[in-house]
């Protein structure tokens, strides 16, 4: 219902008589473990590439900013 798209979480529990938050929590708990199944299968090399990315990413963001054309410091 939920995770098709076609109801919305409070349309089911109202239908339900139950609390929002119960099957939204469901609904969580569904989707966090759907996403820990797809990284599970990316294989070992691919791990390795979003890592070594991931590293470069964060030294980027983590670099002193470099002074622009015309700036002084």
């Known amino acids: 219902m939920v995770l098709e798209g076609d ?6 529990a109202l ?6 938050g119960t099957p939204g ?4 708990r569904h989707r ?3 996403a820990q ?12 590439r979003i890592r070594e990315l991931e590293r470069e990413n964060w030294a980027d963001l983590v670099q002193e900013p470099r002074d622009q ?3 002084r410091s």
């Open 69 to 71: 054309p015309g700036e």
């Open 25 to 28: 929590s469901w609904v969580n």
């Open 15 to 20: 239908e339900f008589d139950i609390n929002a």
């Open 37 to 48: 199944e797809e990284r599970q299968a990316l294989s070992g090399p691919e791990r390795a």
């Open 7 to 12: 109801r919305t979480v409070a349309s089911v």
């Open 32 to 34: 966090i473990a759907d």
